[in-house]
């Protein structure tokens, strides 16, 4: 895989942390760390810039003072995809790609439409059938060509490196090319600066294809090697789906990278990657750093989906929500105390994946005493 490299030295010198506080909200504030050419222009929706929570109830819930999360639901197609998609269809543009292909869970083909129809750019999706609908409307709203497979996302993947150079589109697979790796990387130089030039100790990344765990791990070093954080990296823990968990899998046999999961199985789309074109760099990213990654069942997902919402009030993904269950089995075990500074990456907005099973609301009739009646006997439980 190619990766974009920087002259560091040079950056440092022609801007300093006090530039960038004069620069309107936006991944593009760190343009220096970009591979955007000088004049080029981003195809932007204003993605970047999203917010950093500390979550105080959720934290004294669990016996921890120093808990945040990074809430990525809040970039424009509601999901990190933004970032990675929104830079990779900018420089497809400046290249000249006649059209794009991409696989995808969900997210990443929804965001890859939308700024494809920001920037005059063909899209085709290929999805798994049973991808949420919200994706897969959101990537047809924005007039792409979507496509279905039996199968996963590796399937879908298969399907276009089979026909997208005889149609000499661009595969915009996971990190067949360096530039959504650049632009996912940009949640890192924030998490940086929102953390006042810090790194958390802990860091829960909800993991499927890696790009975005990779990112993070580049953007910390490219900071260290200009002297704007300390040179030491957070702890990684990379959160998998105990029914699709191939980095799980390679880390207890202490293999170099990963193989692909047969029959993978979660109701978390987006970690639903049998085999991460990533798996090597993210083993040596967890080794490197003392993390490792942390297998969740499904009950774990939906109940802390259910805990984040009804604790701090927010409805994020499933697969944001893994992070959470994680670090509550890590809790458990030790892991963490309550002093360790932990920031949950949650990569998407809980609207765009089907709702969990939820209570019917109470339906209010009758006069006004009966209404009263059914009003407090429901506050009471």
């Given at each position: 895989?190619?990766?974009?490299?920087?002259?560091?030295?040079?950056?440092?010198?022609?801007?300093?942390?006090?530039?960038?506080?004069?620069?309107?909200?936006?991944?593009?504030?760190?343009?220096?760390?970009?591979?955007?050419d000088a004049g080029e222009e981003p195809i932007t929706l204003g993605e970047g810039g999203t917010p950093f929570l500390p979550l105080p109830r959720l934290g004294r819930h669990l016996g921890m003072r120093h808990l945040f999360a990074k809430d990525e639901g809040q970039n424009p197609t509601g999901s990190f995809k933004a970032r990675g998609l929104g830079l990779a269809?900018?420089?497809?543009?400046?290249?000249?790609?006649?059209?794009?292909?991409?696989?995808?869970?969900?997210?990443?083909g929804g965001a890859a439409a939308v700024y494809g129809a920001r920037g005059g750019i063909p899209v085709v999706v290929v999805v798994p059938r049973d991808t949420p609908q919200a994706a897969v409307a959101e990537a047809i709203i924005a007039g792409a060509h979507v496509f279905t497979v039996e199968g996963t996302i590796a399937t879908a993947g298969?399907?276009?490196?089979?026909?997208?150079?005889?149609?000499?589109?661009?595969?915009?697979?996971t990190l067949k090319e360096p530039y959504r790796l650049e632009g996912k990387k940009t949640m890192g130089l924030e998490l940086a600066e929102q953390?006042?030039?810090?790194?958390?100790?802990?860091?829960?990344?909800?993991?499927?294809?890696?790009?975005?765990?990779v990112g993070i791990h580049k953007a910390y070093e490219e900071l260290a090697a200009m002297g704007w954080i300390k040179a030491s990296q957070p702890r990684f823990i990379a959160v998998q789906a105990e029914g699709c968990a191939p980095l799980v899998k390679a880390w207890e046999d202490k293999a170099e990278t990963t193989t692909p999961w047969e029959n993978p199985v979660t109701d978390a789309p987006g970690l639903r990657v049998p085999g991460p074109f990533?798996?090597?760099?993210?083993?040596?990213?967890?080794?490197?750093?003392?993390?490792?990654?942390?297998?969740?069942?499904?009950?774990?997902?939906?109940?802390?989906?259910?805990?984040?919402?009804?604790?701090?009030?927010?409805?994020?993904?499933?697969?944001?929500?893994?992070?959470?269950?994680?670090?509550?089995?890590?809790?458990?075990?030790?892991?963490?105390?309550?002093g360790t500074r932990v920031v949950l990456v949650l990569t998407g907005a809980g609207i765009k994946n089907p709702p969990p099973p939820l209570p019917p609301p109470i339906h209010l009739e009758g006069d006004p005493d009966r209404v009263l009646a059914t009003v407090r006997q429901a506050i009471a439980r």
């Open positions: 895989m190619l990766a974009v490299r920087y002259d560091l030295p040079r950056v440092a010198a022609s801007v300093s942390k006090d530039d960038l506080l004069r620069r309107p909200p936006g991944m593009y504030r760190f343009r220096e760390l970009t591979p955007l269809l900018t420089k497809a543009r400046t290249l000249g790609v006649k059209g794009l292909m991409i696989p995808s869970a969900g997210n990443a298969r399907v276009i490196a089979g026909i997208a150079p005889t149609l000499g589109w661009f595969d915009l697979a953390l006042d030039w810090q790194t958390p100790d802990v860091l829960m990344y909800p993991t499927g294809g890696g790009t975005g765990l990533a798996g090597r760099q993210m083993l040596k990213i967890l080794r490197e750093t003392g993390g490792h990654p942390q297998p969740v069942s499904e009950a774990a997902i939906l109940e802390a989906q259910k805990l984040l919402g009804r604790v701090e009030g927010i409805w994020t993904g499933p697969e944001a929500a893994a992070t959470l269950a994680a670090l509550c089995l890590m809790k458990e075990a030790g892991e963490v105390d309550s």
